[in-house]
């Protein structure tokens, strides 16, 4: 009667997992860096596998690098109308693998490999991310854009991911303890608005034809609207006495809180960028100073707290002040910030239809995204007609690798563009999908 009991338990545990790990894969957000704001609101950036800053023009250089505002080939005005990505990951059991097996029963052994593979990375993890661009604009060297995003990251531990497939009696079929500490989840949203501004300088670095150079800065005001944050500190499933105890505390913005006021920060980004002849070359760094943090008065934390031994249960899920939180839930909070990122470009123009580039990203510190940290790729934009862009792109990646392509239409000034580009890496694996509309600009 006790196992059965147990068993009961476990299913409420398993079931509770499924929907974490499913709610955290759904392609509501996706693969990507950015800093509270849309990296570029064009859809030629992840068209070319997210290696196009060195050409970067018009509205698009508001998010990417400002200083693409005084380059030559920047319009007297350009406007980007909303323009949308989204995308997920999950790995290293990934969709693909569980899709496998949709409607049909997994066996031991294949569970077993995906249990092994999980082990080895150290955890299963899914994400997600979302982003919108409502408007990005440039006028002359000024530019303007505002823009949301909304993240989602959920990791399991290895016994918890054990639990998950095997059931309370685990792989071997003989009950033991589990341990689901290191288990984790984060959600947050978050809104931007960035003014932005290029200056040309007069000077030759190279004595090349039609040379130009010009540096940027952008000034973002960035506000949290939102934050989920839950920290497995200790949970265990015991096999002898049976029981559960559960140690998950759950931060989050209060309901009663409003939207603007879960948190606030301003965040400064800096841009060079050149070119002679055929080539180009940039330098950006996004979120050199970036103030954001969460207004402790907007969150409350739920303990977490419940066990079970088939003959008594406990639980704590009423949710209490910040201040009461512990250190690791406090210091998790504060750590919900922006690093900075620094991003190299360079490109090639061989003729007037086809343009060559090469980016370099390098993340540096933890914060609220979890993009790769290392991104090092080639891109390109090729058009057989003026009227129809072709790019695609692809790029190292920390862990694996990314591939994008994407279509444009161009009539006169009118532009309409998408893209898709799919990832496999640290974070697992993921696809990201861009779509927009502009005028001006591509």
Do not use: C, K
């Not at 250089?61 to 080939?73: D, K």
């Amino acid at each position: 009667m006790r196992m059965v009991r147990m068993r009961s338990v476990d299913t409420v545990v398993r079931v509770g997992l499924i929907v974490l790990l499913a709610w955290a894969a759904a392609p509501a957000a996706g693969p990507g860096e950015a800093a509270g704001q849309v990296e570029s609101a064009s859809p030629v950036v992840p068209g070319t596998g997210f290696n196009h800053s060195a050409f970067v023009r018009g509205y698009g250089s508001v998010g990417l690098n400002p200083a693409g505002l005084a380059m030559p080939g920047t319009p007297g005005w350009s406007v980007s109308f909303p323009s949308v990505g989204a995308g997920q990951s999950l790995g290293p059991v990934t969709l693909s693998d569980l899709n496998a097996y949709s409607g049909s029963p997994v066996s031991a052994e294949r569970r077993e490999i995906w249990l092994e593979s999980i082990e080895a990375s150290g955890a299963q993890s899914g994400g997600g991310r979302s982003e919108l661009s409502v408007v990005s604009l440039n006028v002359g060297p000024f530019g303007f854009q505002f823009s949301g995003t909304a993240t989602a990251r959920a990791d399991l531990a290895p016994d918890a991911a054990e639990l998950l497939l095997f059931g309370n009696a685990g792989r071997t079929g003989e009950a033991r303890d589990f341990s689901l500490e290191g288990s984790r989840f984060d959600a947050s949203a978050h809104s931007s608005v960035s003014v932005s501004y290029g200056q040309a300088l007069d000077v030759e670095l190279m004595g090349m034809e039609e040379e130009a150079l010009a540096l940027g800065v952008t000034t973002r005001w960035v506000t949290g609207h939102a934050l989920v944050l839950g920290r497995d500190l200790g949970s265990e499933v015991g096999s002898d006495p049976l029981q559960v105890g559960l140690d998950w505390p759950v931060v989050h913005t209060r309901s009663e809180a409003g939207a603007m006021d879960g948190g606030t920060g301003v965040a400064l980004d800096l841009g060079a960028s050149w070119e002679g002849g055929p080539w180009a070359a940039s330098l950006a760094i996004r979120d050199a100073v970036n103030t954001f943090s969460w207004d402790e008065s907007s969150l409350e934390v739920r303990p977490g707290a419940a066990f079970f031994d088939g003959e008594h249960s406990e639980t704590d899920f009423d949710p209490v002040a910040f201040d009461e939180a512990s250190a690791a839930i406090r210091t998790a909070v504060s750590d919900m910030t922006f690093g900075p990122t620094v991003i190299l470009g360079t490109g090639y123009r061989p003729a007037e239809n086809l343009s060559l580039s090469a980016d370099f990203r390098q993340q540096l510190g933890d914060g609220i995204l979890h993009g790769p940290e290392t991104h090092l790729g080639l891109g390109a934009e090729y058009r057989p007609d003026p009227v129809i862009p072709v790019r695609a792109g692809v790029a190292y990646i920390t862990g694996g690798f990314r591939v994008g392509g994407g279509l444009g239409l161009a009539v006169g000034p009118v532009n309409l563009a998408g893209a898709g580009l799919y990832e496999s890496g640290d974070e697992g694996d993921g696809a990201h999908v861009s779509l927009g509309f502009s005028i001006g600009a591509p």
